[in-house]
């Protein structure tokens, strides 16, 4: 077994919605195909990719050494997240890739550094003249902890409060109504929230996609 002492983060710079009906298996394989038939490598670069729902796919043995770092493959584990086209080396991470995908690549960091000793985790941009990841790795590692519910966009956060807001207005306006009226009222006002949240609904499922 070689040496491992290091993870470098990387991006495979495919958009949010590439290869969306595909399974993350699939995408995998188009993957190594690229690095196979394309780069003319033995196998694909990374040792794991990651998908935007979060999927963990094994690449290389991780008894080998990867493609995807120069000069520091021997001692290495490549790890990469499925989008991050067009990227920026100090984006956010939510600019590029998903919530799904920050737990599975915290939890597989974690798991790593039960195996080996690991003490440097860092992004392909700082090795390398390179935007990839797409964020700073330091940086990230420090101030994300792992999250258990999809963080919201300005535009769900948006849609939240004007619900709130709506409903207090609406408790307020039908309280000096007779009893018939407010009935009436009330239904109405319900199938208002229930249109609401389900527009929120599908913002949520749209931003957790990759589409900001």
Request: net charge positive.
């Amino acid at each position: 077994m070689r040496k491992i002492d290091t993870v470098v983060v990387h991006c495979t710079a495919t958009r949010p919605q590439w290869w969306a009906g595909k399974s993350a298996e699939e995408k995998v394989r188009e993957v190594r195909d690229w690095h196979v038939s394309g780069n003319r490598w033995s196998d694909i670069g990374y040792h794991y990719l990651i998908d935007r729902d979060g999927t963990v796919v094994q690449g290389r043995p991780i008894e080998r050494a990867g493609a995807h770092a120069i000069g520091h493959n021997a001692t290495s584990i490549g790890i990469s997240l499925f989008g991050g086209h067009g990227s920026s080396r100090n984006d956010d991470f939510y600019d590029n890739f998903t919530i799904e995908q920050e737990n599975a690549l915290r939890a597989l960091i974690q798991e790593l550094e039960a195996k080996y000793p690991i003490h440097k985790i860092i992004g392909h941009n700082e090795v390398s003249a390179k935007a990839c990841p797409g964020f700073q790795v330091g940086p990230w590692l420090k101030q994300r902890p792992v999250r258990t519910k999809a963080v919201q966009s300005k535009t769900v956060q948006a849609s939240a409060a004007a619900v709130a807001g709506g409903a207090g207005t609406a408790v307020s306006a039908i309280s000096g109504l007779d009893q018939y009226a407010q009935y009436i009222v009330l239904g109405f006002a319900g199938l208002v929230v229930l249109a609401a949240l389900f527009i929120m609904r599908e913002r949520l499922k749209a931003w957790a996609a990759g589409w900001r």
